[in-house]
């Protein structure tokens, strides 16, 4: 076993793990762990097989994110996720990130908590089962005001500038960049992506309930899959009961966790949906 630094040649190992465990990430998604930290991603390697894969990405140096911490079921229980995960831990200390931020599963959950990770909000999976088909769009595409306003107004919300991660979705998936407005301001939001199995939606911003349904009918009349993905912030009630109403379903409960100083919290009262676990 090796312990080293992912590199290009390894997402097809990685894509194949997030397949076996049942992940929605794509190819692409790995490549933007890659662009944006190229050396903070780590895979655990068996005579050429890439066995088990952990992943960071920073935002601003105000916090980082770890995910993809995953390993290949023939090798599990020989103690690979938990080298993984120290080995970000590691790398962002010697980066001198102060804070750390995951999205656990309750799986995963007594590993973190382990390593002075402590619980800081509940994420909720929400997914929806329908028939394929696309409806006219009625909003505006978020490429038609300016961007600019929406990454000062994620800042704010999220705590950090990620501007380059929603550039990034932006350019794979246009049709998913939403945005509701009024007098020329933001009023809420959204970023997409195609996944591997579902489209999935997030983030997911919204100043006010209305808002917040307008864009979630734009993204269900955009997708044409049969199955789609929000994670929701289970406290924003705003959220739960508009997925509820278009019929989404609860899948699975994250737990949100954190190492170290919590400075930049954001506003979570405002997130509708996350990006997703691995980004946060």
């Not at 023939?74 to 750390?100: C, F």
């Not at 509940?122 to 961007?147: D, V």
């Not at 737990?255 to 946060?280: D, K, Q």
Request: proline share 5%.
């Amino acid at each position: 076993m090796r312990l080293r630094v992912m590199t290009e040649r390894d997402v097809p190992g990685g894509l194949r793990l997030n397949t076996l465990s049942g992940w929605n990430q794509t190819a692409a998604d790995w490549h933007r762990f890659l662009c944006n930290s190229p050396r903070g991603c780590f895979v655990m390697e068996n005579h050429g097989k890439v066995a088990g894969t952990a992943t960071t990405i920073c935002y601003e140096n105000r916090f980082a994110w770890i995910g993809m911490v995953l390993v290949d079921p023939e090798y599990r229980n020989q103690g690979i996720g938990t080298q993984l995960l120290k080995k970000t831990i590691e790398y962002l200390d010697d980066a001198r990130v102060a804070t750390m931020k995951l999205d656990a599963t309750p799986l995963g959950k007594p590993l973190y908590t382990n390593l002075g990770f402590v619980d800081e909000c509940e994420i909720e999976r929400w997914i929806l089962k329908r028939s394929a088909g696309t409806r006219p769009a009625l909003c505006a595409p978020l490429g038609e005001i300016p961007m600019e306003q929406i990454f000062r107004f994620d800042e704010e919300l999220f705590g950090a500038d990620r501007s380059f991660l929603l550039r990034s979705l932006f350019a794979e998936a246009p049709e998913f960049a939403i945005a509701v407005c009024e007098g020329g301001l933001p009023l809420g939001y959204a970023f997409g992506r195609c996944g591997l199995f579902a489209d999935h939606l997030g983030p997911w911003m919204a100043r006010s309930r209305a808002a917040a349904e307008k864009v979630l009918q734009e993204f269900l009349s955009r997708s044409s899959r049969e199955t789609l993905i929000v994670d929701c912030m289970k406290s924003n009630s705003m959220g739960v009961e508009l997925l509820s109403a278009y019929g989404f379903a609860p899948s699975r409960l994250l737990t949100r966790m954190v190492r170290g100083s919590n400075v930049y919290r954001g506003r979570p009262a405002s997130f509708c949906a996350i990006l997703g676990p691995e980004f946060g």
